[in-house]
């Protein structure tokens, strides 16, 4: 191609705008790997639209030969809407290309999201790796119902896995997650806590921390077996998940290089964005299509202080090594560029901003702290409150975001970020008693606000008689008023149910005990307060235990009883119709007319929400693909996964309203508004100190030797560098 462009001036007139010199020293930087550091608010997606926008306009690259990757569909559609825009501000794309001109008019980049490229990757090459190009991808809806199924059906017995069935859906997922995002074979895995448990055969374990390693052991290799179920029902149905995609691309990217010069002949440049959100998988897939010391000129973009991915498998420490990972062709270490001039907030926000993520920049290299752009040093206002009490501080917070929307701040133009949804019911209650719009924003949000949270607990209640926790907020709530006392009683009922805890001391009889194993009766057998419901169905309110019961407890216990266990005749119905006959039978539908008008218009929104979020799970992107209907144990472990990461599993982002928006902070990455509140700045909370889940407690958790993501230690192998892939045997 001809060049356009030769001069970083020419650019910033052709674009109309005033790059730094940070910028205009990425932008213009030789076509060659190379990664920038990008703190927020500091222009990155106008950078590497305007780094296509040079290399296009200086002839070193036809438009059409670019390639660039982000994570959602949104971000993809933004920079590509940016990149084009520039390129036909530049003169070298036609806004407006002639279906008749005889002369080929250069073609415009391509801009996907990574799981997309992989996608295709798999469509082109996927029989090289033995994948039909016919394979169906899983939603996350569809995850879990048949994650459910596979539960089901499992044979058994499974005497390390105790927890509830919902949470072994989710534990199963997470598992085959860690696994395909660390490219780590089952066989690998089972190897390693065989050893593992063989190894502590004959240890002394002297506290309740070591006791746990070998039963997690157990719990993981019973859970690896669930796993393995689980990939031959996807295998037999022809089906691929978000992980399958990316474990498949990467083994294809490492194991046939053909791929990787085929990709380079096609994209002679290539973008990353949100690279410090990459997982081991996608890292090792990139590098080996793109990396591994071809020096092919890719550009990674991202902010190790902005990762917040780590539950699903990304490694910050892909964007601190991409300089080893993609090397120039003789083996120097990438360029790193750093942009930390910050166009976005005052410098005011910056000073208390840059104070609180010291500790966090020291972490990475090439990490710079925020400036404000000429002339916005003393711009912004920060307001704190401490406050003595919870409820004190909501009250504060809800008043002043009234205040500033009855002295003209548009509410759309307000946010409050919480560090987790748990104080959303509340605050959204006092925005609304004070006539202020709102939106909660994500399942997530929906999850903890009352009418849906009374909705969940009556599905738990049906689905898993163990469901104490959701029994109790039913019977505590505004329907039935069971107060401590009587709650106390049903407790003590419900414990004196449990056969080898009972007061006739049934637990020393041996031959009862045989009696009851015969008749299968489980020994183990957790006290269930919906057991304890039950009796007040029989003749006389239950068993004679003299037990002091109020009348009107016993009245509501059997009321609802009586309610649930009608309910649960439903359970095998479509999921659609299981939701709509709680509302109908437990009457929260009128309970939410009754409310106050302005509440109650508000709460049936919310609830309207909720409900378009389990059709979306029962419809056709999520039951056709396994049965054709969705179940409501998968539905309670889509959930349960959702207020787990406080994240949702939904892509839902702030609608248009203008509406003072809740959210949780991770959710609010890349959004702007004129005023932010932060609710819950608590030691240790928010932040939070709360480490990570431990493999040595947890079985869903994949040892740290076998990560990708595992760090030099005194048990590594002799040379074994972080972020070194991890064995794949196959």
Request: proline share 7%; net charge negative; glycine share 10%.
């Amino acid at each position: 191609m001809s060049a356009r462009i030769t001069d970083p001036e020419e650019l910033k007139e052709l674009l109309g705008i005033p790059f730094t010199p940070e910028q205009v020293a990425c932008i213009t930087a030789p076509p060659a790997p190379q990664v920038i550091v990008a703190g927020a608010g500091s222009g990155k997606t106008t950078v590497m639209a305007a780094r296509v926008v040079w290399l296009v306009g200086t002839g070193r690259v036809a438009p059409d030969r670019v390639l660039g990757l982000t994570f959602t569909n949104k971000a993809a559609g933004e920079l590509a809407e940016r990149v084009r825009k520039a390129l036909v501000t530049a003169g070298i794309v036609d806004p407006d290309p002639d279906p008749g001109a005889t002369e080929e008019a250069p073609g415009e980049p391509v801009i996907s999201t990574y799981h997309a490229f992989a996608g295709q990757l798999l469509k082109d090459h996927g029989l090289r790796v033995g994948l039909e190009p016919s394979a169906r991808l899983l939603a996350d809806a569809t995850r879990f119902q048949l994650a459910a199924r596979v539960l089901r059906s499992a044979p058994g017995p499974y005497p390390a896995l105790t927890r509830p069935f919902s949470d072994l859906v989710t534990d199963l997922l997470a598992l085959d997650a860690e696994l395909a995002e660390h490219l780590v074979p089952t066989g690998r895995l089972r190897a390693y806590d065989t050893e593992l448990l063989r190894t502590l055969e004959g240890t002394r374990l002297t506290n309740e921390a070591l006791r746990k390693v070998p039963e997690a052991a157990r719990a993981r290799q019973e859970l690896l077996g669930l796993v393995e179920a689980y990939r031959e029902e996807k295998r037999r149905r022809d089906l691929l998940d978000f992980g399958d995609q990316i474990a498949h691309s990467a083994t294809l990217a490492l194991d046939h290089p053909e791929v990787g010069r085929i990709l380079r002949e096609q994209f002679a440049v290539v973008l990353l964005d949100e690279y410090q959100d990459t997982s081991v998988a996608q890292r090792l897939l990139l590098s080996g299509l793109f990396g591994g010391g071809t020096g092919h000129p890719v550009t990674a973009v991202g902010d190790p202080c902005q990762a917040i991915y780590g539950w699903r498998g990304a490694s910050v420490a892909n964007l601190d090594d991409f300089p080893e990972h993609f090397p120039h062709a003789d083996g120097r270490p990438a360029e790193r560029f750093a942009l930390s001039e910050n166009r976005r907030s005052g410098g005011r926000l910056l000073d208390l901003a840059n104070g609180l993520a010291a500790p966090l920049r020291a972490m990475h290299e090439g990490v710079e702290a925020l400036r404000p752009a000429p002339g916005a040093e003393r711009d912004g206002a920060v307001r704190c409150a401490l406050l003595p009490t919870h409820a004190e501080e909501l009250a504060w917070l809800a008043d002043s975001i009234a205040h500033l929307v009855r002295t003209g701040t548009p509410p759309g133009e307000i946010a409050v970020l919480c560090r987790t949804a748990g104080d959303f019911a509340q605050i959204q209650g006092a925005l609304v008693e004070r006539d202020i719009p709102v939106e909660v924003v994500g399942l997530s949000g929906l999850l903890h606000l009352p009418e849906v949270a009374d909705l969940v607990a009556v599905c738990e209640v049906l689905q898993d008689p163990g469901a104490n926790a959701a029994l109790v907020r039913l019977l505590t709530g505004p329907r039935w008023r069971i107060g401590p006392r009587d709650l106390a009683l049903l407790g003590r009922r419900a414990r004196a149910l449990v056969s080898y805890g009972g007061p006739d001391g049934a637990a020393d009889d041996p031959d009862r005990r045989l009696a009851e194993a015969v008749e299968g009766t489980d020994p183990s057998e957790v006290i269930s307060l919906a057991d304890a419901l039950d009796t007040f169905l029989e003749a006389g309110g239950g068993p004679d235990d003299g037990l002091p019961f109020s009348a009107e407890a016993r009245v509501r216990f059997a009321r609802l009883a009586a309610e649930l266990r009608e309910l649960r005749r439903s359970l095998a119905d479509p999921l659609m119709d299981v939701l709509h006959r709680v509302l109908a039978t437990t009457g929260l539908e009128v309970e939410l007319s009754a409310s106050p008008h302005a509440l109650a218009a508000r709460r049936r929104e919310t609830l309207g929400n909720f409900l378009d979020v389990a059709a979306a799970f029962a419809g056709r992107e999520g039951g056709a693909a396994v049965d054709g209907e969705a179940t409501l144990q998968g539905f309670l472990g889509f959930l349960r996964t959702a207020a787990q990461y406080e994240k949702g599993l939904d892509n839902a982002l702030p609608g248009g309203e203008n509406t003072v928006k809740v959210l949780t902070a991770h959710k609010a990455k890349g959004l702007e508004w004129d005023v932010v509140a932060v609710p819950g700045l608590v030691a240790k909370q928010f932040p939070s100190e709360q480490s990570r889940e431990s493999w040595t407690a947890n079985a869903k958790v994949l040892p740290h030797e076998l990560r990708g993501t595992r760090g030099p230690s005194r048990t590594s192998p002799p040379g074994t560098a972080r972020g070194s892939p991890p064995s794949r045997t196959p």
